[in-house]
Structures are given as structure tokens and as C-alpha cells.
């Protein structure tokens, strides 16, 4: 009897062990470098961000990001890697609006189910697209814009088939009743030329790539995409307070692990990376770029991921866009 007590207790004692040692390994992670894919080149805006977190979560918490560039098709193949890596939390990818919320309803086929094969961990920033034209355009409102379009079919540039940008241009275009053809190029660069070449008469771009010509004198900003104004660009209105309320369109970024990724290590990763985007020198190097610092919990996360994806979903449809 004594004897099967003492093994009794023994048994729990080891139990204990074995408890404390899961315990023990999960607050001591990470005990190696993390990866974070970014599936789009270097220097992007998506990769800018990602570094820019990394780099802070580096200096203030001591934990190493490996930073890896997986681009192509649109951000699919470097999400497809982090979709299909091990689930302990040592690979991670920033997602954003286009492979996240866009891609699953713009391409027939999917290597990845964007609404199941990932668990949400932060949502880092947002940033809206920017209604440019050139200096010397006759528009300077979204009224000048639709009535320019009655006169004759205006060319929209974008960077892209379904970039975030083309997508706000669709929707903005159907809910103003402005008649329009879709000029797509490859990249937000010959974009831009064309803009300022007089090629085509306006562009729905990101905040890095115009403002500086904003700025400058040779493009001019008719209205943002924002439900407030950027501070960077406090005299430009947003579309919805020139007469289509509720117009929204951001693209955002956002960090995420493969589904099944234990919810201890979420909460870890998330904890540095709110920290970081808390940090005055993060917040205004986002707002000088015209993005704006987010943040909150992975369940806040997961729940505007399924709002984007259907929301982005009815656009994609309503544009006819597709990609084989």
C-alpha cells in the first residue's frame, strides 16, 4: 500500500515536471530567429513595414526576425510557404488587403484558403489609396472628375490588375457613376509616368509612391480613400466627405502564423509588436509615409479579416477582374 502511494506520488510529481517543462518552453520562447516572409520584393511597402517592426521588436525584446522576400502571383507564393511551414511559431508572413482579402476572389485558383489556413496575429497598419491627377488637370474635385467623364470615357492607371488601387478605382467609379477604362501597368512606377505624361487622367495610388509629387507641385491630390484625413495631407478631403459617405478602402498589413500555431505563442508575438506600434518614433514614421499605426489582438484581427474578405470579395466580383 505505502508502496503504490509513494509511486502515486511519484506519478504526479513527474506529471508536475512535465507540465512546468511545457510551461517553461513556451515562455522561453523564441529561443531561435523567427522568419518573416514578405511576399513581395524588397523596398515595397509591405517589406519597408515588416522591417521597421522587426528592427524594433529586435532592440527592445531581443528577439531575432529573419526577414525573407517571397515574392510572386500576387503575394501568393510567399504566403502559400507560411500556409504550409510547421506551426510553432518560428515562421510568421505579413499578409496585406491584396493576398489576404483581393486574391482569394480575384485568381480561379488558390494555393492557400485565406480564411482558414491562417491564424490572425496583429494587424499592424493601414494606409489609404490617393485620387492623383497631374498639376495641370482641369480636376481639382470629385465633382470636376464625374463631370469630365460625361464629356468622354477617362482612363484610370493603376499598378496593377487587382491591386488594392484598381479595386478602389472600380468600386469608387461604379458608386459615382463615372465612365472609365482600366489602364493596368506593371508596377506603381510606369504608373506614375504615364500620370504625369498625360496618358491617362488619374491614378487611385498608394501614399509613398505620390506623395512626395504631391508635395512637390506635380501631381495634386483630390481625395483620399481614409475615414479621416491623413496628417500628412490634412487639405486633401476624404471621398467620403465629398459626397459618398461611408467610402472606405485601406491597405493594410497584417502578421500571420499557420492555422494551428499554439494561441501562447499568438499572444507573445503580438504583445512585442503592439508595444512597437506604440512607440512615438514608430507612429510618426507611419503617419509621415501616410499610413496609421493599428494594432490590438488577434481575435480583433480575425474578425476584420473576414469582414475585408467579403467585403473585397463583392468588389472583385463587381469589377469582373479575374487571374488565371
Known amino acids: 500500500m505505502q508502496m503504490r502511494k509513494a509511486l502515486a506520488r511519484g506519478a504526479f510529481a513527474l506529471g ?3 507540465v512546468g517543462g511545457g510551461a517553461l518552453a513556451q515562455a522561453a520562447y523564441p529561443d531561435q530567429p ?16 515588416s522591417r521597421l517592426i522587426a528592427n524594433e521588436v529586435a532592440m527592445k525584446e531581443k528577439i531575432t526576425f529573419v526577414v525573407e522576400n517571397k515574392p510572386g502571383a500576387g503575394g501568393n507564393i510567399g504566403l502559400d510557404a507560411v500556409a504550409k511551414a510547421k506551426k510553432d511559431g518560428y515562421t510568421l508572413g505579413t499578409g496585406q488587403t491584396a493576398n489576404l482579402a483581393i486574391n482569394p476572389t480575384l485568381y480561379t485558383k488558390m494555393p492557400f484558403d485565406a480564411a482558414r489556413d491562417f491564424s490572425p496575429v496583429i494587424l499592424l497598419a493601414s494606409q489609404p489609396v490617393i485620387l492623383v491627377v497631374r498639376a495641370g488637370s482641369p480636376v481639382k474635385t470629385l465633382a470636376d472628375l464625374k463631370s469630365q467623364s460625361q464629356g ?3 482612363t484610370m492607371a493603376s499598378a496593377g490588375t487587382g491591386t488594392v488601387g484598381h479595386i478602389s478605382g472600380e468600386m469608387f467609379a461604379r458608386r459615382a457613376g463615372i465612365r472609365m477604362m482600366h489602364v493596368p501597368y506593371k508596377g506603381a512606377g510606369p504608373a506614375t509616368n504615364d500620370l504625369l505624361g498625360g496618358v491617362t487622367d488619374f491614378y487611385f495610388a498608394t501614399p509613398p509612391t505620390v506623395i512626395p509629387l504631391v508635395k512637390g507641385g506635380k501631381l495634386r491630390a483630390i481625395a483620399v480613400t481614409s475615414q479621416k484625413r491623413l496628417d500628412i495631407l490634412p487639405d486633401v478631403p476624404t471621398v467620403s466627405e465629398s459626397g459618398y459617405p461611408g467610402f472606405v478602402a485601406d491597405d493594410w498589413k497584417a502578421v500571420v502564423a499557420p492555422a494551428g500555431t499554439p494561441p501562447g505563442v499568438i499572444a507573445r508575438i503580438n504583445q512585442v509588436m503592439n508595444a512597437a506600434l506604440a512607440r512615438p518614433e514608430v507612429v510618426t514614421r507611419l503617419k509621415d509615409e501616410g499610413s496609421v499605426p493599428r494594432g490590438g489582438t488577434p481575435a480583433d484581427l480575425g474578425k476584420f479579416m473576414r469582414s475585408e474578405q467579403a467585403r473585397w470579395g463583392v468588389a472583385v466580383r463587381e469589377s469582373g477582374a479575374t487571374v488565371d
Open 16 to 18: 508536475l515536471v512535465f
Open 152 to 154: 468622354r470615357q477617362l
Open 34 to 49: 523567427i522568419r518573416l516572409v514578405v511576399p513581395f520584393p524588397p523596398a515595397g511597402g509591405t517589406d519597408v513595414l
